[in-house]
Nanobody, 122 residues
Framework: QVQLVETGGGLVQAGGSLRLSCTTS????????TAWFRQAPGKEREFVAG???????NYADSVKGRFTCSRDNAKNTVLLQLDNLKPEDTAVYYC????????????????WGQGTQVTVSS
């Protein structure tokens, strides 16, 4: 069974930065695509960024140019660098994994982490 653990959330002022990590126990991690979703109170879970097995990336329009997704297969880790944060980025951030390719819908992922809270104050 694939287990995902997110770390790195916290409270930051607008314009600040955070780095989220998603670490997995799966041995064939290099063949998985990993995505980040977020869910704010009262809102649907939405796609933020994803990285496929070949390190190709995809970003939501709302975070392009501010967030960067990368992977370190040797450490079984995917990172999400959050720069120039805005109050509207406040949400619980989840990482999710599936074989090979990025999916934009949360229903496309079978493996999820527990989430980490990101709060951006104005």
């Amino acid at each position: 069974q694939v287990q995902l653990v997110e770390t790195g959330g916290g409270l930051v002022q607008a314009g600040g930065s955070l780095r989220l990590s998603c670490t997995t126990s799966v041995l064939s991690f290099s063949t998985y695509a990993t995505a980040w979703f977020r869910q704010a109170p009262g809102k649907e879970r939405e796609f933020v960024a994803g990285i496929n097995q070949q390190s190709g990336t995809n970003y939501a329009d709302s975070v392009k140019g501010r967030f960067t997704c990368s992977r370190d297969n040797a450490k079984n880790t995917v990172l999400l660098q959050l720069d120039n944060l805005k109050p509207e980025d406040t949400a619980v951030y989840y990482c999710a994994a599936r074989p090979f390719t990025i999916a934009l819908l949360s229903s496309g992922y079978g493996y999820w982490g527990q989430g980490t809270q990101v709060t951006v104050s104005s």
